[in-house]
């Protein structure tokens, strides 16, 4: 258990439709970042926040968007949800600084079926 | 730009040495991850190398040559359970992750 938990597990949903996945980073992480992973495919970086701000972006789409809030949990909303939006998503977290210190410990994963 | 080479694929026999190799290309370099993902599952942690040379770690070594742009995994006395992805990361100078596609090993009995 890495200490990260993720809601919900599994999530189905249809087309157009639009869905919020949360995250609830490691005690005393600071660092949140949001992973998108399609079927052996690899990981794809979508965004990191850093104690509430935004702090990196990946390839994430302009229909999906992120916050982290005060008590550093943060959520993933993706909307207008396509076929191809199916997959694994992986939040993560890390105490935020420097080399080791960002160390990511990964949660479970939503997994997102579009139908 | 930034880049990571790993190899695809790697089969290896249970009981023997596997060596995953990954170069990268980044802007700077703040050190280099592994991590392990088997199938359906999150990533784990494995090492972290920041100075030239060999980390050991039970089982598992990481190596690191920064004039090179190299590492490798080296993973011994390999176990059924060891088939899985192996994804190297590599952090540029601004403290950027930028993760390589990964290694699946399958190991064979």
């Known amino acids: 258990d890495s200490g990260v938990t993720q809601t919900p597990k599994h999530l189905i949903t249809a087309t157009g439709q639009r869905v919020t996945l949360r995250c609830s980073p490691r005690?005393?992480?600071?660092?949140v970042y949001w992973y998108q992973q399609s079927l052996d495919q690899g990981l794809q970086f979508l965004i990191q926040?850093?104690?509430?701000?935004?702090?990196a972006k990946g390839n994430i789409l302009e229909r999906f968007s992120a916050q982290q809030f005060p008590d550093l949990h943060s959520e993933l909303n993706l909307s207008s949800l396509e076929l191809g939006d199916s997959a694994l998503y992986f939040c993560?977290?890390?105490?935020?600084?420097?080399?080791?210190?960002?160390?990511?410990?990964f949660g479970p994963g939503t997994r997102l079926l579009v139908l | 730009g930034q880049n990571i080479d790993q190899p695809t694929e790697m089969t290896a026999t249970e009981g023997a040495i596997v060596q995953i190799n990954c170069t990268y290309q980044t802007s700077g370099f703040n050190g280099l991850f592994w991590y392990q993902q088997h199938a359906g599952e999150a990533p784990t942690f494995l090492s972290y190398?920041?100075l030239d040379g060999l980390e050991e770690k039970g089982r598992f070594s990481s190596f690191l040559s920064r004039s090179k742009g190299y590492s490798y995994l080296l993973l011994k006395e390999l176990q059924m359970k060891d088939s899985a992805s192996y994804l190297c990361v590599s952090m540029d100078s601004n403290y950027q992750l930028i993760w390589g596609a990964g290694t699946k090993l399958i190991i064979k009995p």
């Open positions: 005690s005393g992480d600071l660092s």
């Open positions: 993560a977290s890390s105490v935020g600084g420097e080399g080791p210190q960002e160390t990511q410990y």
């Open positions: 926040y850093y104690n509430g701000e935004e702090r």
């Open positions: 190398n920041v």
